[in-house]
């Protein structure tokens, strides 16, 4: 049988134009796409997700718990009619296009051993919901994939993967958040408060900021060195990048906030050497319990790095993902059209 083929994809999951087979996706980690279908129900007052027992000869994770069918999309195909093939052929539902309600994207990635062999995955996962009736005893499990479903209450499973992690489950969190975020949306009482927390040097920063806060609502902080950097000049350059290399903490002016009263946090930066801004680091380092909030981020640059910024800011903060990210070519000085919809989007993605 031939190898399945994927397209290479961007952070926001848009194919590239290049494509690559699924052993070297997975030998070398590029990021390809998913589709994960999360099969839920109502019972009383409790919301219940249907998981499948992955099948011991899987690649990945065999013999855990897993999203209800999830599956690679393949070469030149689109998400939704990924889930909905993935459905029909793991569980035997023969759902429409409109019975699925697309939630939102995650990304995942991780590298482990499995089978004595190792395993980098990098995907772009594009989740959606199917709440339809769904009766355990008349659906038709693909075995070679699958060693049976269960139903199980949606906030146990999202308490037992929190570190450290019920091995019986490798649910990604990433997609539980999402499935979390679109139920209690759907009940009408869903609302994250979020801060936005962001330093800003040339005003960038400081004008994405302000947008987002007023599309959702949310706070912001505004981060300022004791000591300012240059503004111009070779001098901004020098000091800034040496500054964020070094991963120096600088001390900062007081600032005043109950972070307890925050569930999400989104961090906002100008990209200074591929690297986050140091008044980060500090503010980081000041509030280590921020990593058991949801986090996202967006980067102002000039030029590149963002994306390696952003593998900065995860590292600091000690967390393996972010619920969203941002990223704006001088947004302040150059308004446009594409920037105002990234914007839009990267709102409609955290709220």
């Given amino acids: 049988m031939a190898e399945e083929i994927f397209d290479v994809v961007d952070e926001n ?24 279908i999360w099969v839920v129900r109502e ?3 409790k919301t219940e997700v249907l998981l499948q027992k992955r099948a011991m000869n ?6 855990r718990y897993d999203t209800s069918s999830a599956g690679h999309i393949q070469a030149g195909d689109e998400p939704l009619e990924s889930a909905v093939r993935e459905l029909s052929e793991e569980l035997g539902i023969q759902a429409d296009p409109d019975d699925l309600k697309f939630a939102g994207t995650f990304p995942i990635q991780y590298e482990k051993e499995f089978h004595g062999k190792p395993f980098k995955d990098n995907e772009i996962a594009f989740v959606y919901v199917y709440d339809e009736e769904v009766e355990i005893d008349n659906l038709t499990i693909q075995k070679e994939e699958l060693d049976s479903v269960e139903w199980f209450d949606l906030e146990e499973v999202y308490q037992a993967c929190q570190p450290p992690r019920d091995e019986k489950f490798c649910v ?19 609302f994250m408060k979020t801060l936005i927390i962001y330093y800003s040097h040339e005003g960038n920063t400081d004008f994405v900021a302000k947008k987002i806060a007023d599309k959702i609502g949310a706070d912001t902080l505004r981060l ?24 120096e903490t600088p001390d900062l002016e007081p600032y005043s906030i109950d972070l307890a009263s925050y569930e999400q946090i ?52 000690g967390i393996d993902s972010l619920a969203a990210t941002l990223i704006l070519i001088d947004p302040k000085d150059k308004p446009s059209d594409d920037n105002d919809k990234k914007i839009e989007d990267f709102c409609k993605e955290i709220f």
């Avoid at 008044?279 to 058991?292: A, D, M, S, V, Y």
Wanted: with cysteine.
């Fill in 13 to 36: 999951g848009q194919p590239t134009g290049e494509t690559v087979t699924r052993s070297q996706a997975h030998a070398e980690g590029i990021r390809h796409r998913t589709a994960h």
């Fill in 43 to 45: 019972n009383g007052d």
């Fill in 58 to 63: 899987k690649d990945s994770f065999p013999g």
């Fill in 172 to 190: 990604p969190i990433g997609g539980l958040e999402i499935v979390r975020k679109y139920v209690k949306a759907d009940e009408g009482d869903f």
């Fill in 224 to 247: 300022v060195p004791v000591k300012k950097y240059p503004e111009k000049g070779f001098a901004k350059f020098f000091w800034g990048g040496k500054s964020a290399v070094m991963a």
């Fill in 266 to 317: 989104v961090f906002g930066f100008p990209v200074w050497a591929s690297n986050i801004t140091p008044p980060l680091r500090t503010f980081i380092k000041e509030n280590p319990g921020i990593k058991e909030k949801r986090i996202a981020a967006f980067a102002c640059q000039s030029g590149a790095g963002a994306e390696k910024a952003f593998g900065k800011l995860k590292e600091s903060i």
